[in-house]
Each structure stands twice: as structure tokens, then as C-alpha cells.
């Protein structure tokens, strides 16, 4: 028998060990299509630094982040007091190597 229409249905989501610790990033540059966003999460340390992640989304899904991002910061600052924004980087130019 088919569930109802109104119960959410339970996703399961496999992740393995490497995508569960987790990537530190201090820098992201963001670039986008008319499809795309594309989020590239950055260790800078100079003189070097090193790409750690890639995320390729639509714009809807940009859009629901943001929207999760804002009320997830302010349900922090409830918390644990205003966050200070970090002083912004050095405009360096980065270039990429493989």
C-alpha cells in the first residue's frame, strides 16, 4: 500500500569517511551561468594555498542556501552574541596549478 501524500518519505544518504571529516576553507571565490553557481572553497596560507572543495548548484538551490545560511547565523548570534565579519583579503591574484 502506497504511503499518504502528507508523510514525508525517509531518505537515506551514504557518505564515506573522507567526505565526513570534512574540508577547513578560509577563502571562496563564487562564479556562475545562466544553469550554475559554481562555489570553490580555498586553504589560503601564503605563500601557497590549496583548492579543498568544488560545488556546482542551480540557482533555486543558491538561493534556499543563502536563506539557510542567514537563519542559521542568526539562531548563532542568539546564541553566542554578534559575529563580526572578517576583514577582507588581499586582492592577490590566485593562479591555479594541477
Known sequence: ?????NQPQQLQVNADAEILKGRYANA???S???EEF???FFL???PA???VARIITSPGHVKRIIAALTDNLKKYEAQFGEVKPADE???EPMG???
Open 49 to 51: 594555498g590549496q583548492q
Open 89 to 91: 583579503p588581499r586582492r
Open 38 to 40: 559554481v562555489l570553490d
Open 44 to 46: 589560503l596560507h601564503p
Open 28 to 30: 571562496l571565490q563564487i
Open 1 to 5: 500500500m502506497p504511503e499518504p501524500q
Open 32 to 34: 556562475h551561468a545562466p
Open 96 to 98: 591555479f596549478h594541477k
